[in-house]
């Protein structure tokens, strides 16, 4: 009955006669049904949020969670802030696992192809099929990705006493930074990094904020370093590479540098750093020879820049980082060592590089064992190939042959759990349980080890099971014993060591407290030890790397900052519609090129062009990026999927279509640097779905700076000054209109449009330091998956209908990809302002949007007819529309937004979710403001300083949003709300008096004269 | 604000509006509604009338979170196995029905009861703050120590409703209080 009545038409009936409704009639299909526990679970109050801690499995930077669960069902993951890697944040990609967990593509049990189509199969039997398969195969690889430390350990022993051999692939194995580590200081590791020790870094072109080990980690590290400090001192921050990424843009100054240059730019600063190379012991010929002059012509950086940042960063304590995969080119090793001398002789090691206690779960082996599995294969000598968390038919360069050599072998298992291109090609499906309802652990450094524990039964339309418990259970059946049952009874094996090595009496105890906390001390965690450098024994070549190809476009393949390289997690709607960070597209592939090379191609955005290289071309529409230097062009990973779900499918380009497979010779990682391309027009053009308004403010004051050594000088000056104050309150709200009132009088007394409670009632506010958002993006998706933000769909983001609250604004200042110099890109995180003299008020003809009491601008969905005046009428355009109901099992229509079955478990039951014909926007997380002041009253208590955190700023790696009860002169919002840098958006133009408050980014150099 | 909670309310109108749910009353059947074709029975012909009449089981015996949570929860099986796995009943009916339960118990499946209450899904009810505020179930449940059968009283679960009890009792009727 329900399926015909449209909201609209149920308010007539009631309009027309309350107990009219009764002759639409009923039936059992409208009943609900009140479904109560059989046994009540002693962990769950109806009602009542349950917290699991866990280890995030997105990727190997192994972020400790807090898992929040709703009578049984996980609705939304946060940071463990007492979890030294996540500290309580979370990325964009973390956030995003609910969406794999409840993925709708899951397979829904193990499948067996037969005559080319999956049939279910039993667990039973196709684990006996997999046993007597591989003992009869001679000899099988396993290939894995990140599995964890307690399944990798399994799976070696396994493959170990069944003829087989683990491969590990990772398409941005950090291959070549593990092998510089080894020949600079004999240490076969990745470093730990810390960034919040250092006063200055130089990146060369790693992207730590985005892609790169750990970016919540540096995130934190990197804002607490480049965050203006109480004394008004400030960390510096040069990016040294052919293109900025997100991290880049966070730079105060940018080297654009020849393609392939970096070993020859960290080169000349050591030797200005050790005074020719004369402190660089073993490399001190090699430095002696690269002088900031030697290299000028190469790196195309004047050698006085380079001398400048030499000095600036033997200032110390600095550190040098990367090169990221910008740098993994043919000399991607050398480059790594050449950053390795850099850091040492300016003396950062073991100050704010740590090779003594490095980051343990991110070992990889790079491509090389690969390509032998490759050749293998190809040779028919394998007879049986298990693939475990990853995805190499994706992940691989078409031109490895990897496809087919797969597709040659026998017998394929694949433990996928939902499809993806190599699953597609597999004989055997065992769909693995995604780590939201596995056992697990991770270690995040020597000594600091995390569980990964269930946070909910496994969903139920889901037969999956544990890919450790299916190795074992193979493993019996082959007659081998592996020492446990489960793969649980393993795990705790291994964390009863564990217990006997922390000194625990009790390892249950001990167990349990590490499931509590979310993390466990076994053993310390050495820190500080210098290291010495070692004779560079190994054919090291440090000038720039070949390209191979005609032409001078150098054509860079990055790992995007929303999927990495995309392999296993681009099924997600959250990720695909989550504005580029950089770009601001969402959806599909762009390929970025500078504007002057754009206008001598004769293209502009949106052109479609051809990029063609010798193993393969690839479509996409252009995007100018004034942030690429002219000689190179640049395609971001993830998109390109044939096969890897309803939402991926279609939407982009594999850029790895476009490079050869070709090892670097020292480390035996996939080069990604190393082909120049071929742009041709189709002539075709495609719009872009972009988020992006305009890349520049306009000269308006959206998002100011100050420059650093102008702070403090204006802080005794008179009160400010401002012309008469404007209001949107003329003919009826539309027009504005001179006003006579002070900025602290609003919202007027006897206002229609509410009036704020006395001094008891609090008023929330919020302040965002734009010196320390890096635009990361994280809080955009927390938001989403807060505040069941429904994503819309390519279609409608093109027609400028995307819904997320939170919109991340990106303004270019100073981007000059000529020559090294000063960079100013600013970030703005714009949400409802929460304005005491809001404009969306007085044009609301039903009063669905008012003032609450304690501040907050909130919008009655109830009460809402949809004319959207409101959001014509805001200034900052925060309020976003639902021109469709975006939350129904089925598309509205097809390409439409939509929750289909068990998506919905993910749905907040906090918060409202809307349907077509609302207005919505920021809220301040209303709902976590309400739940605690019910506590608060039930409890008799009162709410502390800090204790209400917004889902944003609970996420912020960076710390840049502080959140409180501005009414209190001591709460960290009123602080901050009355300093130096607090400005408020576009205020001063309609008297908006928004509760948001933003802080000036602080640059080094000067500010141009027209900001405020 | 989507289509179940819809649903959901015509049914409750219809509740009001059926001259058949008299007739449910007086039969002391296990019937919650009608209209007219499809009839609507409780799982368990449950007698909240012996419960809370005559034993006088405080109501967070069972509805055991209404105080410290939004949900006022309903009893798990194992709750009402806890008395009924000694008490069978006094006569064959009430024998039959406790079978019922034991029924489900014995099987490990929950009781699909019908659910008689709710407000819409944009109405925030947190029942924590209004036990706190010693506001008696009764208020808006009604007596229901003497129902046979649940059935919504007072009021249509409408807003006016709300608001004439805040107003009486001078607490906030700010939209936001109930509605985000």
């Given amino acids: 009955?329900?399926?015909?009545?449209?909201?609209?038409?149920?308010?007539?009936?009631?309009?027309?006669?309350?107990?009219?409704?009764?002759?639409?009639?009923?039936?059992?299909?409208?009943?609900?049904?009140?479904?109560?526990?059989?046994?009540?679970?002693?962990?769950?109050?109806?009602?009542?949020?349950?917290?699991?801690?866990?280890?995030?499995?997105?990727?190997?930077?192994?972020?400790?969670?807090?898992?929040?669960?709703?009578?049984?069902?996980?609705?939304?993951?946060?940071?463990?802030?007492?979890?030294?890697?996540?500290?309580?944040?979370?990325?964009?990609?973390?956030?995003?696992?609910?969406?794999?967990?409840?993925?709708?593509?899951?397979?829904?049990?193990?499948?067996?192809?037969?005559?080319?189509?999956?049939?279910?199969?039993?667990?039973?039997?196709?684990?006996?099929?997999?046993?007597?398969?591989?003992?009869?195969?001679?000899?099988?690889?396993?290939?894995?990705?990140?599995?964890?430390?307690?399944?990798?350990?399994?799976?070696?022993?396994?493959?170990?006493?069944?003829?087989?051999?683990?491969?590990?692939?990772?398409?941005l194995a950090e291959a070549p930074l593990r092998e510089a580590s080894r020949i600079a200081f004999g240490r076969d590791v990745v470093p730990w990094y810390d960034l919040e020790e250092a006063r200055f870094l130089v990146s060369f072109g790693a992207d730590f904020l985005e892609s790169w080990l750990s970016p919540v980690r540096d995130g934190r590290g990197f804002s607490r370093m480049s965050g203006v400090d109480e004394e008004g001192g400030k960390g510096g921050f040069t990016f040294v590479g052919s293109r900025l990424s997100l991290t880049g843009q966070n730079a105060d100054d940018w080297v654009p540098i020849q393609p392939g240059t970096e070993a020859l730019v960290a080169l000349a600063m050591a030797n200005v750093v050790s005074g020719g190379g004369t402190s660089a012991g073993p490399y001190r010929s090699i430095v002696a020879t690269y002088t900031p002059e030697n290299v000028a012509d190469a790196t195309g950086v004047e050698a006085e820049s380079i001398r400048e940042l030499a000095e600036r960063f033997a200032d110390g304590p600095s550190l040098a980082l990367g090169p990221g995969v910008a740098g993994l080119h043919r000399g991607a090793t050398a480059a790594n060592v050449a950053v390795a001398v850099l850091n040492s002789v300016a003396g950062n090691v073991g100050r704010t590089v740590h090779y003594d206690a490095p980051q343990l779960d991110a070992p990889s082996a790079g491509f090389a064992p690969m390509q032998q599995a490759?050749?293998?294969?190809?040779?028919?000598?394998?007879?049986?190939?298990?693939?475990?968390?990853?995805?190499?038919?994706?992940?691989?360069?078409?031109?490895?042959?990897?496809?087919?050599?797969?597709?040659?072998?026998?017998?394929?298992?694949?433990?996928?759990?939902?499809?993806?291109?190599?699953?597609?090609?597999?004989?055997?499906?065992?769909?693995?349980?995604?780590?939201?309802?596995?056992?697990?652990?991770?270690?995040?450094?020597?000594?600091?080890?995390?569980?990964?524990?269930?946070a909910m039964r496994p969903v139920p339309h889901f037969d999956s099971k544990q890919t450790g418990d299916v190795l074992l259970s193979v493993a019996t059946r082959m007659g081998l014993g592996l020492g446990s049952e489960t793969f649980y009874d393993h795990l705790r094996g291994r964390w009863a060591d564990f217990a006997a090595t922390a000194g625990a009496t009790d390892a249950d105890a001990f167990w349990h407290e590490s499931l509590r906390a979310g993390l466990a001390q076994v053993g310390t965690t050495p820190s500080g030890a210098t290291e010495t450098l070692r004779q560079p024994d190994r054919g090291l070549v440090f000038d720039p790397p070949a390209f191979d190809g005609p032409g001078d476009l150098h054509l860079m393949v990055y790992p995007s900052a929303r999927y990495g390289d995309g392999a296993l997690n681009a099924n997600r709607p959250w990720l695909q519609e989550l504005p580029d960070p950089v770009s601001k597209i969402t959806w599909h592939s762009w390929v970025e090129m500078h504007p002057n090379r754009a206008e001598a191609l004769g293209l502009r955005d949106g052109d479609v062009v051809v990029l063609s290289t010798e193993h393969g071309s690839v479509e996409a529409p252009v995007w100018t990026y004034p942030g690429i230097r002219e000689d190179v062009i640049a395609l971001p990973m993830g998109g390109g999927h044939t096969n890897a779900g309803r939402f991926a499918d279609g939407n982009g380009v594999n850029a790895l279509d476009l490079l050869p497979s070709e090892v670097e010779p020292l480390s035996g990682g996939l080069v990604h640097f190393v082909t120049k391309v071929d742009v041709t027009s189709t002539g075709r053009r495609r719009p872009l779905a972009s988020i992006s308004g305009s890349d520049s403010q306009s000269n308006r004051p959206i998002a100011p700076a100050v420059a650093l050594a102008g702070l403090g000088a204006e802080a005794e000056g008179a009160e400010e000054e401002h012309g008469p104050l404007r209001e949107l309150q003329g003919v009826g709200g539309f027009v504005p209109v001179e006003t006579e009132g002070r900025p602290e009088d609003f919202p007027l007394e006897g206002s229609r449009y509410g009036e704020y409670g006395d001094e008891e009632e609090p008023r929330w506010a919020m302040t965002i330091d734009l010196d320390k958002c890096t635009g990361c993006s994280a809080c955009v998706t927390a938001c989403q998956a807060e505040n069941n933000v429904p994503w819309v769909g390519e279609?409608?983001?093109?027609?400028?209908?995307?819904?997320?609250?939170?919109?991340?604004?990106?303004?270019?200042?100073?981007?000059?990809?000529?020559?090294?110099?000063?960079?100013?890109?600013?970030?703005?995180?714009?949400?409802?302002?929460?304005?005491?003299?809001?404009?969306?008020?007085?044009?609301?003809?039903?009063?669905?949007?008012?003032?609450?009491?304690?501040?907050?601008?909130?919008?009655?969905?109830?009460?809402?007819?949809?004319?959207?005046?409101?959001?014509?009428?805001?200034?900052?355009?925060?309020r976003v529309y639902n021109w469709y109901t975006f939350t129904d099992e089925e598309p509205v229509r097809e390409g439409l937004g939509h929750v289909p079955e068990p998506l919905n478990w993910q749905l907040n039951p906090d918060v409202t979710v809307r349907e077509n014909g609302i207005m919505e926007k920021c809220s301040f997380c209303i709902h976590r403001i309400r739940a605690h002041q019910d506590r608060a009253a039930v409890e008799g208590s009162t709410i502390t300083d800090g204790q209400i955190i917004p889902a944003c700023q609970q996420s912020c790696p960076a710390e840049a949003i502080v959140f409180g009860n501005i009414r209190d002169p001591g709460s960290r919002v009123a602080q901050s709300a009355g300093g130096e840098r607090a400005y408020r958006v576009l205020d001063e133009l309609v008297n908006t008096q928004p509760a948001v408050t933003y802080l000036k980014k602080v640059t080094f150099h000067e500010v141009e004269s027209e900001e405020h | 604000m989507t289509k179940r909670w819809i649903g959901a309310s015509v049914v409750t109108l219809t509740f009001l509006a059926s001259p058949a749910l008299a007739q449910a009353q007086d039969s002391d059947a296990a019937v919650a509604v009608t209209d007219g074709e499809a009839a609507l029975v409780q799982p368990i012909a449950f007698p909240h009338t012996i419960h809370a009449g005559v034993d006088q089981i405080d109501c967070q015996y069972c509805h055991f979170s209404a105080e410290r949570s939004v949900d006022a929860g309903i009893p798990p099986v194992g709750t009402c196995m806890g008395c009924h796995q000694i008490i069978g009943g006094t006569d064959e009916r009430q024998q039959a029905e406790i079978q019922k339960l034991r029924d489900y118990s014995a099987n490990q499946e929950s009781i699909p009861w019908i659910r008689i209450y709710k407000v819409a899904d944009h109405v925030h009810f947190p029942h924590l703050r209004h036990v706190a505020a010693e506001v008696d179930c009764a208020t808006c449940h009604g007596p229901v120590e003497e129902m046979m059968v649940i059935e919504e009283v007072n009021q249509p679960l409408a807003m006016g409703w709300c608001v004439s009890c805040h107003m009486e009792r001078g607490v906030s009727r700010d939209c936001a209080v109930c509605h985000y």
């Fill in chain 1, 374 to 454: 490759i050749t293998a294969m190809g040779a028919g000598d394998v007879g049986a190939v298990l693939v475990h968390g990853s995805n190499p038919s994706y992940a691989l360069p078409a031109s490895s042959g990897f496809r087919e050599a797969f597709g040659s072998v026998p017998f394929k298992v694949s433990f996928a759990s939902s499809m993806d291109e190599t699953a597609a090609e597999a004989d055997l499906i065992l769909p693995d349980r995604h780590f939201l309802e596995s056992w697990g652990d991770m270690a995040s450094r020597p000594g600091q080890w995390t569980v990964r524990q269930p």
């Fill in chain 1, 795 to 878: 279609g409608q983001v093109t027609m400028g209908r995307d819904m997320g609250w939170i919109r991340l604004e990106r303004y270019y200042e100073a981007v000059d990809a000529s020559h090294a110099g000063p960079l100013d890109v600013r970030f703005l995180p714009m949400i409802c302002q929460h304005c005491g003299n809001a404009p969306c008020e007085p044009v609301c003809p039903v009063f669905a949007t008012y003032h609450t009491p304690d501040g907050i601008n909130t919008q009655v969905y109830n009460r809402c007819v949809g004319t959207r005046y409101c959001l014509n009428n805001c200034p900052y355009k925060v």
């Fill in chain 1, 1 to 171: 009955m329900t399926d015909g009545l449209k909201r609209r038409d149920f308010l007539k009936v009631l309009g027309a006669s309350g107990a009219g409704a009764g002759v639409l009639g009923c039936s059992t299909e409208n009943v609900e049904r009140l479904m109560p526990y059989v046994v009540p679970p002693e962990d769950i109050t109806p009602g009542v949020a349950t917290w699991y801690t866990t280890v995030c499995g997105e990727c190997e930077a192994g972020c400790g969670m807090w898992v929040r669960t709703r009578e049984g069902r996980v609705v939304k993951v946060e940071g463990n802030p007492e979890h030294p890697v996540s500290q309580g944040a979370l990325c964009s990609r973390g956030h995003s696992s609910l969406q794999a967990l409840y993925n709708p593509d899951r397979f829904t049990g193990p499948m067996l192809r037969e005559g080319g189509q999956l049939q279910p199969i039993s667990w039973d039997d196709a684990e006996q099929m997999v046993a007597e398969r591989l003992s009869s195969a001679g000899g099988y690889y396993l290939f894995t990705g990140f599995a964890g430390s307690s399944l990798a350990g399994l799976m070696s022993d396994f493959a170990g006493a069944t003829d087989g051999q683990v491969v590990r692939y990772d398409p």
